[in-house]
């Protein structure tokens, strides 16, 4: 016999009252009860059997405590059964919610999660799968709106930052299975890092080397004008400390963001930035990301402050941060 949340020792004890409703939600033989006992446990998809996810009013009883992660990536479902369409209550309650920034910042997701859900959501089919729909376009403003937010989800590493960003015509392919080009990933990155950070450079370069007039005002799609296929030729990782070097820029960091990294210079990228550490006198670091590479290595794995990544998610943001900060 079941204890009805509220009474007994269930009370007050949210996790046996969470096991209790999602016991219940099992055996519950109509949709209108699986909904009843999402809005009094407050389930999650995850506890919900697979036979009810096709229905808009158990979709509808989760809507208004989802978690954001939940959200974005729930979004295709819940337009393609029907929730979520132009004007109904549903799609004003997500277009509020993907506007607050208390629920943003609750999220702690980096912006980068919110730009892949943005263009998976727009092109209307997921990566995976044969899931389809229209998507609505007040979603996708609200969507790109919530990227920005995000921005204050970043914590800032108080380094002096260099990025490099590779900008030959590679950088269009894809990453990691989301429909993100390497070119906007990486631009995304710099975006965040002039949005967060004081003290940092932004340069793009292949064979050539120069810097982009990023600002913390820009928007994406503005600063991918400087970034977005600007020529083509080898790509020389070696670059940016070349460049901090010869114009005596000081540097905590660099971080230089590639396809599929190659080493096209008469110096190697390890090489250069320890000739950068004894003309300066700093004690620098590197992070090479080759974004869609299978494996690469240019650091001195003899060196704890040069760090290769080998591929590009969601949790590379943290990783390059954590480096940097340390």
Same mark, same amino acid.
């Given at each position: 016999e079941w204890i009805m949340k509220g009474e007994g020792d269930i009370a007050g004890n949210d996790a046996l009252a969470l096991i209790e409703g999602f016991e219940r939600v099992k055996v519950?033989?109509? !949709?209108?009860?699986?909904?009843?006992?999402?809005?009094?446990?407050?389930?999650?998809?995850?506890?919900?059997p697979t036979q009810w996810l096709n229905e808009v009013e158990v979709w509808d009883a989760m809507l208004p405590k989802m978690p954001l992660t939940a959200l974005i990536r729930n979004l295709g479902k819940m337009t393609i059964i029907g929730l979520l369409k132009p004007m109904s209550k549903a799609t004003v309650l997500v277009i509020d919610k993907l506007g607050q +920034?208390?629920?943003?910042? !609750?999220s702690r997701l980096h912006p980068l999660a919110i730009l892949i859900a943005l263009k998976v959501y727009q092109q209307g089919h997921g990566e995976k799968g044969s899931l389809k729909w229209s998507p609505v376009g007040k979603i996708v403003d609200a969507l790109d709106e919530a990227f920005y937010l995000a921005f204050g989800n970043v914590e800032p590493t108080g380094k002096r930052l260099m990025l490099g960003l590779d900008?030959?015509?590679?950088?269009?392919?894809?990453?990691? /299975?989301?429909?993100?080009?390497?070119? @906007?990933?990486?631009?995304?990155?710099?975006?965040?890092?002039?949005?967060? @950070?004081?003290?940092?450079?932004?340069?793009?370069?292949?064979? /050539?080397?120069?810097?982009?007039?990023?600002?913390?005002? +820009?928007?994406?799609?503005?600063?991918? !004008?400087?970034?977005?296929?600007?020529?083509?030729?080898?790509?020389?990782?070696?670059?940016p400390m070349l460049w901090a070097a010869q114009n005596k820029v000081e540097i905590d960091c660099f971080?230089?963001?590639?396809?599929?990294?190659?080493?096209?210079?008469?110096?190697?990228?390890?090489?250069?930035?320890? +000739?950068?550490?004894?003309k300066m006198g700093i004690p620098a670091k590197l992070v090479v990301v080759g974004m869609v590479s299978s494996g690469f290595s240019i650091a001195d794995p003899s060196d704890a402050a040069m760090l290769d990544v080998i591929g590009f998610d969601t949790a590379t943001p943290q990783v390059i941060s954590d480096f940097a900060a340390s």
């Open positions: 519950a033989d109509n !949709k209108k009860l699986v909904a009843s006992l999402i809005e009094t446990y407050n389930l999650p998809r995850e506890a919900i +920034q208390d629920y943003i910042r !609750k900008v030959s015509g590679s950088m269009s392919s894809p990453f990691g /299975g989301t429909p993100v080009s390497c070119c @906007e990933g990486a631009t995304a990155m710099a975006l965040v890092t002039a949005r967060t @950070e004081q003290n940092w450079v932004v340069t793009r370069f292949n064979q /050539g080397i120069e810097t982009i007039p990023i600002t913390p005002r +820009q928007r994406l799609d503005d600063v991918m !004008k400087y970034t977005d296929s600007i020529n083509g030729g080898g790509t020389d990782c070696s670059l971080s230089v963001y590639t396809d599929n990294e190659t080493w096209a210079g008469q110096i190697h990228p390890f090489q250069a930035l320890k +000739q950068y550490r004894q």
